[in-house]
């Protein structure tokens, strides 16, 4: 049967042996912790830029999009424009030649 010291120096064997464990399953914790947190900051952070990416893109799109409407509502005005002068071309030829004439 074992002595009183012995069964101390027993236990207090089996704490150190139990704390070291304890300190490596807290390491491995946390190392798999920041593992985790870095693979999910990773993840996120590449979900982001792929969103970020693909609004610009839109953004691009839209942009380029209202940019034709625009161009093409001038366009037509122009046009308009264009064509009523046309209609008076005759006619204010006929006056600045007139008004030449006179002088």
């Known amino acids: 049967m074992p002595t009183v010291i012995e069964m101390i120096k027993n236990a207090e064997e089996k704490a150190v042996s139990i704390r ?26 590449e979900e982001c830029r792929a969103l970020l990416v693909s609004q610009r893109e839109q953004a691009e799109f839209d942009g380029e999009k209202k940019a034709r409407e ?30 030449l004439t006179d002088i």
């Open 20 to 45: 070291r464990e304890a300190s490596a399953d807290a390491r491995n914790i946390i190392n798999e912790a920041q593992l985790d947190y870095q693979q999910t900051l990773d993840k996120t952070t």
């Open 70 to 99: 625009v161009i093409e509502e001038y366009k037509e005005k122009a046009e308009k424009l264009c064509a009523d002068a046309r209609i008076n071309l005759d006619s204010a030829a006929t006056y600045i030649l007139e008004r």
